[in-house]
């Protein structure tokens, strides 16, 4: 009973923080929020946030007692049905696992079965990765094909060019020689089409592609975020 009611606290606590923190993260927000000027999407702004705050600060107090009623004791009652209901649990995982041993019993003659099958398509299969294997050294033999038909210019280029810069040939990514003492993040390769200058502009979160025709400035063709969010536990509230 004290190791569950020590557990319980321990969660509560661990909310409160989660919640004290998001209201501030979400108070500085509203603080800039107020420096914009009351235009109406800053006024909907301002009342959603002061809402969602207000609803966490309700929480806060909700939690505070109950955690304070936990250390009191005075929910010992409700710690016992979690118990029961945790045993409940437990005993339907041993019974869902007995099932899962059956399963797999069941699963090992059935493998067992298919055994005899498996060995006459094994036949078939040798041949089948015979073809891909013909299929990937053509692959490779054009690949080489294409590499010597990188011209000159790119060449020499690459030898003065560092190692986060190059060129695109026919698919074939190529690099400078050289290192990058700037040790920049992004990679920008140029390709070539017929009067169009493509330059490819890569960082960890970003791709962004630029067209250039002749002495033109270069222009943004396209740009792809590639971003990973990190979950907050709040998205919802």
């Not at 041993?94 to 006459?120: A, H, I, P």
Request: overall charge positive; some cysteine.
């Amino acid at each position: 009973m004290d190791l569950k009611r020590k557990e319980n606290i321990q969660n509560i606590t661990q909310r409160i923080l989660l919640l004290e923190r998001a209201i501030e993260t979400d108070q500085a927000m509203l603080e800039n929020l107020k420096e914009q000027g009351a235009t109406s999407f800053v006024l909907a702004q301002i009342e959603k946030i002061t809402n969602r705050n207000d609803n966490r600060k309700e929480e806060i107090c909700i939690l505070t007692k109950k955690r304070k009623d936990f250390k009191c004791g005075l929910l010992d009652e409700e710690i016992g049905k979690e118990i029961q209901e945790t045993n409940k649990k437990n005993a339907s995982i041993e019974k869902l696992l007995v099932m899962k041993k059956n399963r797999l019993r069941e699963k090992k003659q059935v493998d067992s079965d298919k055994s005899k099958s498996f060995y006459q398509k094994s036949v078939s299969a040798d041949r089948e990765n015979r073809f891909k294997e013909k299929d990937m050294q053509r692959a490779y033999l054009n690949y080489l094909k294409w590499v010597d038909t990188i011209p000159d210019y790119i060449q020499n280029s690459l030898k003065e060019m560092p190692n986060n810069k190059g060129y695109i040939w026919r698919g074939i990514e190529c690099y400078g020689s050289n290192q990058d003492n700037n040790q920049s993040s992004s990679t920008v390769l140029f390709e070539k089409h017929r009067g169009l200058l493509v330059i490819h502009d890569r960082t960890p979160t970003e791709h962004k592609i630029f067209h250039k025709k002749g002495k033109d400035k270069k222009v943004l063709y396209s740009s792809i975020k590639n971003l990973r969010l990190i979950p907050t536990g709040f998205e919802d509230e």
